[in-house]
């Protein structure tokens, strides 16, 4: 299976974990914010995701903002061309307004960030660095946006019932995995919403965090295969050979989802960040300008 198709599938097969995981209070609160800005009788809004993938992310807002009357014209930026064709096709089928731009996201995207009235992302933060964020909140406090940032993984992988031998190794690999660099410097990985809370606080943004974790049970086995598939292989890379007994332990947890002795919880945060007059004020000088890194890879398996 080609790298493309592989990420098209996992994006696929996640989907609906993360619509059903995420907080429709905060992505409301951001709408409503978001109307007060532009009024009833304003030009549409341009919101922004960003490392958009094939469009999940504007598909499951796209209903909210409809629901709410805000017209919208959406800007999807993502470094690979391919993902973003299917979220056109998306677009086309549900007459919505969409731009997708090709590009890294310390370039492109943070130029596209600059203009936006909501500035969106979707498991991307973790993978990010602070630097980049920084720039981020501070295009995005001129620009008066209003931040949401939603299912950032945070470190915590519970099963339910009796532990097994392996658990805990395997969600400790992992962690240490998500904090290497993903192409725009040291990932923030499981500490990434307090980071972004703290950076957006900084610049005079009023912040909400919710607990938004998925919930794997006996029905979502196929997401919880390719999941520990991949955290076998992202503890590879951290650990000389990988966990011990790695893939009896998956076989046996996966056995344990199948017959419903035991539920999985991944722990996801989302975040909105609301600006404020003093947004910019408050913002930390600008770090000397310097060639921008590449757009982080897709190596996240949470």
């Known amino acids: ?10 994006l696929s097969l996640r989907e609906p974990a993360d619509h059903e995981a995420r907080s429709t209070s905060l992505a409301r609160a951001a709408l409503d914010a978001l109307n007060r800005a532009v009024g009833p009788d304003g030009p549409a809004s341009v919101v922004v995701d960003l490392g958009a993938g094939t ?4 598909r499951w807002l796209h209903s909210l903002l409809t629901d709410v009357g805000l017209d919208a014209d959406w800007v999807l930026v993502d470094h690979d061309e391919a993902l973003l064709g299917r979220a056109e096709e998306w677009a086309a089928s549900a007459g919505a307004s969409l731009t997708t731009v090709v590009g890294d996201l310390a370039r492109e995207g943070l130029a596209q960030a600059g203009k936006a009235n909501l500035l969106t992302a979707s498991a991307l933060l973790d993978l990010v660095s602070r630097g980049w964020l920084e720039e981020l909140a501070d295009g995005a406090g001129e620009a008066g946006a209003v931040v949401l940032l939603a299912l950032t993984y ?3 992988a519970a099963w339910s019932g009796p532990a097994r031998p392996g658990d805990q190794e395997v969600r400790e690999a992992v962690n240490r995995h998500q904090r290497r660099d993903k192409g725009v410097g040291a990932a923030l990985g499981p500490d990434a919403t307090a980071v972004a809370a703290s950076v957006f606080r900084a ?4 912040v909400e965090t919710e607990k938004t974790p998925w919930v794997l049970d006996a029905a979502r086995t196929d997401l919880a295969e390719e999941l520990l598939a991949g955290w076998l292989e992202a503890a590879a890379e951290v650990t000389p050979g990988g966990p011990p007994g790695g893939e ?3 076989a046996a947890r996966l056995d344990d989802l199948r017959a419903g002795r035991t539920v999985l919880r991944v722990g996801h945060q989302d ?6 007059d003093s947004a910019t004020d408050s913002a930390t000088d600008s770090a000397p300008e310097s060639d921008p890194p590449e757009s982080p890879r897709r190596e996240s398996v949470v």
């Open 1 to 10: 299976m080609s790298d493309d198709r592989f990420a098209a599938d996992w």
């Open 55 to 58: 469009g999940s992310n504007a």
């Open 271 to 276: 975040l909105l960040a609301l600006p404020t």
């Open 203 to 206: 610049r005079g943004f009023q």
């Open 154 to 156: 945070d470190g915590q």
């Open 248 to 250: 009896e332990w998956a």
